[in-house]
C-alpha cells in the first residue's frame, strides 16, 4: 500500500493532569505513532476506511493502559488531510478534580480521553 493520504492530530495542552504522559495514536488496531501534551502532529496513511483512537502510553506515572479515547471511524481519500482534536475528558479548571481525577476514573467507566473530528 501506499500511504497517499494525512492525519493531522492536536493535543489540547493541559496542564499539571496527564502532562507527562504521551498517548499512543492507534490507527486500525496498530500504534503508528505517539503525541505530547500540546503537540500538533501528522501520520501519512493510506486512503480508504479507517479505525482511529488515541490511548495513554504506559509508563511508571500513568493510569492504566486501558485509558482510551471512544474509536473514530472515517473514510479519506487519495491527498486528503483530515483533522482531529484529542484531550482528556476531565475540568481542569477545578484543582481538586484535576488532582483526584486518576483515583476517580478507577471508579467509572466514563472515557478518560476524547478524539473528535474537527
Do not use: W
Amino acid at each position: 500500500m501506499i500511504k497517499n493520504a494525512t492525519i493531522t492530530l492536536q493535543r489540547e495542552k493541559v496542564i499539571p493532569l496527564y502532562m507527562l504522559n504521551k498517548f499512543e495514536v492507534v490507527l486500525d488496531d496498530k500504534e503508528i505513532g505517539e503525541i505530547s501534551n500540546g503537540e500538533n502532529k501528522s501520520f501519512k496513511i493510506d486512503s480508504g476506511k479507517h479505525t482511529l483512537f488515541v490511548k495513554i502510553a504506559y509508563d511508571l506515572i500513568s493510569a492504566p493502559k486501558n485509558e482510551y479515547s471512544e474509536p473514530i471511524e472515517f473514510i479519506i481519500k487519495e491527498k486528503q488531510n483530515m483533522n482531529f482534536d484529542c484531550g482528556v475528558n476531565v475540568d481542569t479548571s477545578n484543582i481538586l478534580i484535576t488532582i483526584l481525577s486518576p483515583i476517580l476514573s478507577m471508579l467509572t467507566k466514563d472515557k478518560k480521553l476524547y478524539l473528535k473530528k474537527e
